[in-house]
């Protein structure tokens, strides 16, 4: 058990009935709200070719039972002095490889001394010691139910069942323009990637790469991303937005007080809040807490939290109950961490945040009777979560800022936020504009032809590619969200004169750009001799590389 208790007043039972009675309410109303239709899915098609891996005492018995209704292929991991004989193809292998998904699975072994055996199949029964795809989310298809005799029973049945056309929703959108995982071949973003429990999403140079055949619509690759450039699609974030302000409406109207939202996934949260409330009765849970099923806990993240809290909900819970892979858990804490030193800098006392990890209904009724209860904007807002990310931040910030307790102008963050600012060491910066044409957001932007780098804060995502990218080791991040007026303007970091090429005085760098080469390449052999080249132009450069030796100091000459 995993439990962030608070300190709560104690209970008035007038105001609990009318919470219990105000939650019945707000759960008719949330449930009110169409359920969403996908509009583009993924296709799978499945003969039912089965491979079977295991040794020869696990494997066999099951492979004759599939064998009665599905094609089957046996990888024997341990040795045999002779190959048992049976109505399907049986190998030997000292190592297996397999990846892939449902009807399209590829395995190759090999066993000492043959060539290497390789086959494609539909599904995929993993009796071997250790699973042979050992992601957390485990792709469709493909069973490893471990030694119990009932989870093997379990996989046999649901594999006969397996055969012919199955389809699922696609459950991301993706905006590669906006991506920050990369540019010009320098890593930025790889959130997406290290937090993705099904291996789907993959590194594609300057681009992330996602296999909608392998993804399980967790959706925490949309609630890490910091641009919005990935983004969950079932559902979309402005339909839980609308369940979220059509509950918080009806539980208001009806006279409750600080509510909470309990959000847990419609499998084993919803049974754990069953036997919860089979064991304990209806009171178990909380009046003021209200729950709320999501295709999965991970989907949500600060754009939907802030937006419930703008509504008028004093926390957030989010039931995980064991089942969530390990970097779910640690995203979400950060989340929180990051949404509450945005609440703590504006005045809103808290916490408004609870992360809990439970597993028997007892564990869980003393937690939700410390469910979050932090102060929430006097006024309720009336905007509808968007589907981009930074569009609903910024109308719930702005709504979050304008009824806050205190209105600083800016609230330091900690790393790993997705805002922030930039600190540029300006006597190290040549203003070679390396890091504009590196920032995916638009927060850095150029002089239209004058030497000089300007920032919109409000754009920036804390990637860090404008970092990596600078030559100069310039510039460094500064995590933290400012309220300024100034935040969606163009404001200057550096600038400087423009030097003028020697030769035909055209402006073509910066003083400090043409200073920085002189002393880096004043021994480089190339301008040996030749240091005015330096400062001069590219085309000048080429013309004074191809006149003859002095001709360049006569035609000065001349021309002064």
Not at 410 to 436: E, H, N, Y
Not at 514 to 539: I, K, T
Request: hydrophobic share 40%; charged share 20%.
């Amino acid at each position: 058990m995993n439990i962030r208790f608070t300190d709560n007043p104690p209970i008035d039972p007038v105001q609990e009935g009318r919470n219990a009675q105000a939650r019945s309410a707000a759960v008719l109303a949330a449930d009110a709200i169409p359920v969403f239709e996908p509009s583009v899915t993924v296709d799978y098609r499945s003969a039912g070719r089965s491979l079977v891996v295991g040794s020869a005492e696990h494997a066999l018995p099951w492979a004759d039972r599939l064998a009665g209704g599905l094609p089957v292929t046996v990888l024997l991991l341990d040795s045999q002095d002779s190959i048992p004989v049976r109505p399907y193809p049986v190998h030997v292998a000292r190592t297996v490889a397999v990846a892939g998904w449902l009807g399209a699975f590829e395995a190759r072994w090999q066993a000492p001394g043959q060539p290497v055996g390789q086959g494609r199949f539909d599904l995929v029964l993993d009796l071997s010691p250790s699973r042979l795809i050992p992601s957390h989310q485990r792709p469709h298809g493909y069973y490893a139910p471990g030694y119990d005799e009932a989870a093997r029973l379990e996989a046999v049945a649901a594999m006969l069942d397996m055969v012919g056309d199955f389809e699922k929703p696609k459950y991301f959108s993706y905006k590669e323009r906006s991506c920050a995982h990369g540019r010009n071949g320098r890593k930025g973003c790889s959130a997406c990637i290290e937090i993705c429990s099904a291996q789907a999403i993959a590194d594609d140079g300057d681009r992330i790469k996602v296999n909608p055949y392998l993804c399980a619509g967790c959706g925490a690759c949309s609630t890490v991303c910091p641009t919005g450039a990935i983004s969950y699609a079932f559902p979309p974030a402005a339909l839980t937005g609308k369940r979220m302000q059509a509950a918080l409406r009806s539980y208001r109207a009806a006279g409750g007080e600080d509510p909470v939202f309990l959000l847990h996934d419609p499998e084993h949260g919803a049974a754990l809040l069953a036997r919860m409330s089979d064991a304990m009765g209806g009171d178990a849970i909380p009046g003021r807490v209200i729950p709320l099923a999501l295709q999965h806990t991970a989907s949500t993240g600060i754009d939907v939290w802030f937006g419930a809290l703008a509504y008028g909900a004093s926390g957030i819970a989010i039931l995980t109950t064991g089942q969530e892979a390990p970097q779910y858990l640690a995203a979400l804490d950060q989340q929180m961490q990051i949404a509450q030193a945005v609440l703590d800098g504006l005045g809103y006392e808290g916490p408004h945040f609870q992360l809990l990890q439970a597993a028997v209904p007892e564990e869980l009724a003393v937690a939700l009777r410390h469910a979050p209860r932090g102060r929430a904007p006097a006024e309720p807002a009336v905007f509808h979560l968007a589907n981009d990310k930074r569009n609903t931040l910024d109308y719930a910030l702005e709504h979050l800022h304008r009824h806050a307790p205190v209105k600083p102008e800016q609230v330091a963050l900690p790393a790993g936020a997705p805002f922030g600012a930039i600190a540029v060491d300006r006597a190290s910066c040549s203003l070679c504009m390396s890091c504009v044409g590196a920032c995916p957001a638009g927060a850095l932007q150029d002089g239209q032809g004058a030497p000089l780098l300007r920032f919109i804060e409000k754009n920036c995502v804390q990637c860090g590619l404008c970092a990596s990218t600078c030559p100069e080791t310039a510039i460094s991040l500064v995590p933290r969200l400012s309220f300024s007026e100034t935040r969606g303007q163009a404001v200057v970091l550096n600038e400087s004169q423009p030097f003028h090429c020697i030769r035909c005085d055209k402006p073509f760098g910066t003083l400090q750009m043409v200073e920085n080469m002189l002393g880096r390449l004043a021994s480089h052999p190339a301008f040996s001799g030749h240091l005015d080249r330096l400062r001069m132009c590219g085309d000048c450069r080429v013309i004074d590389m191809m006149e003859p030796e002095g001709e360049m100091r006569i035609t000065a000459l001349k021309r002064s």
